[in-house]
Nanobody, 129 residues
Framework: QVQLVESGGGLVQAGGSLRLSCAAS????????MGWFRQAPGAPGKEREF???????????YYRDFVKGRFTISRDSAKNTAFLQMDSLKPEDTGVYYC???????????????????WGQGTQVTVSS
């Protein structure tokens, strides 16, 4: 099992930036893909929305169209930490952001939450207009 702890969320004005971190511990050798998801406010029953991911071994990244050019995912393998740099933030980016680890090696990225076994507790990001 992999334990994940997110940090770095907060309140920011539209157009601003935030950098989220996701520290992994435990069986980190099982991580093949690290994904970032978000859940909009007032939507606890809705499926978490895939934002992007990074293939742990080589740093290959994937992004949803609505964050391309604004968000950047990276990782520090030595520190077992992933990052989500969010620039040009918009009010619609508001939500709880989660990192999640997938052990599956069938693909370089997974859009579905089903592919991720371990999740962090989430960190709140609020973008004011």
């Amino acid at each position: 099992q992999v334990q994940l702890v997110e940090s770095g969320g907060g309140l920011v004005q539209a157009g601003g930036s935030l950098r989220l971190s996701c520290a992994a511990s435990g069986r980190t050798s099982d991580i093949y893909v690290m994904g970032w998801f978000r859940q909009a406010p007032g939507a606890p029953g809705k499926e978490r929305e895939f934002v992007g991911s990074i293939r742990w071994i080589n740093g290959m990244t994937y992004y949803r169209d609505f964050v391309k050019g604004r968000f950047t995912i990276s990782r520090d393998s030595a520190k077992n930490t992933a990052f989500l740099q969010m620039d040009s933030l918009k009010p619609e980016d508001t939500g709880v952001y989660y990192c999640a680890a997938s052990p599956f090696r069938a693909s370089n990225s997974y859009y579905g939450a089903w592919a991720y076994d371990d999740w962090g507790q989430g960190t709140q990001v609020t973008v004011s207009s």
